[in-house]
């Protein structure tokens, strides 16, 4: 079964608003990640979260993880059209598994 | 540097027929991994690779094989391809943060 579970399905958010997208996932974990997809590409790394680490920041980006309800969330601040795509959360440990996706559109 | 490699980009297998797909990295790095993804749909675990000369199975290993007998290769094979094995497979390597592919396009008549 797939680790990470993405909440929501979908997103549609004006240019200039924040996007939170929820993840929560099953077994003990050594890290989770965020990726990025555009459609039918490659997935592009967002942010690594330790899971010692409660909260990092990269750019617009910020990433929560809460071991005791295994769950995370990345949000997005300053929304951009660029950023309409698909973002997948990653966990595990040395089998890192995606969940479904969240997909955002940002309309300009 | 070429990071992660796909080799082929597209393919089109008639049922019952084999094939291999190559993922070739240059990283030096030790964890590598098959995921298929269909479509509006995540990435599923297929196998992985935490070092040269294992492999271990992900979520959906049924109907794949995989060797790693080259730490930079890491080798999916459809032994007898199905209708149900057409996805987009995406291979990555892992230090830190994983490393993907552009991605092999596999459509099964």
């Known amino acids: 079964s797939q680790q990470g579970e993405e909440d929501p399905q979908a997103l549609s958010i004006q240019e200039g608003e924040n996007a939170t997208m929820n993840c929560s996932y099953k077994t003990s974990i050594n890290n989770l990640q965020w990726y990025r997809q555009n459609s039918g590409r490659g997935l592009v790394h967002l942010i690594l979260i330790r899971s010692n680490e409660r909260e990092k920041h990269s750019g617009r980006l910020r990433v929560t993880l809460d071991t005791s309800k295994k769950s995370s969330s990345l949000l997005i601040t300053a929304s951009r059209a660029a950023d309409t795509a698909s973002y997948f959360c990653?966990?595990?440990?040395?089998?890192?598994?995606f969940g479904a996706g969240t997909r955002l559109t940002v309309k300009p | 540097n070429a990071g992660v490699t796909q080799t082929p980009k597209f393919r089109v297998l008639k049922t019952g027929q084999s094939m291999t797909l190559l993922c070739a990295q240059d990283?030096?790095?030790?964890?590598m991994y098959w995921y298929r993804q269909d479509p509006g749909m995540g990435l599923r675990l297929i196998h992985y690779?935490?070092?040269?000369?294992?492999?271990a199975k992900g979520e959906v290993p049924d109907g794949y094989n995989v060797s790693r007998l080259k730490k930079q290769n890491f080798l999916l094979g459809l032994e007898s391809a199905a209708p149900s094995q057409t996805s987009v497979y995406f291979c990555a390597s892992m230090k830190g943060t994983q490393y993907f592919g552009p991605g092999t396009r596999l459509t099964v008549l």
């Open positions: 990283m030096n790095h030790e964890y």
């Open positions: 690779s935490v070092g040269e000369g294992t492999t």
């Open positions: 990653a966990a595990g440990n040395n089998d890192m598994r």
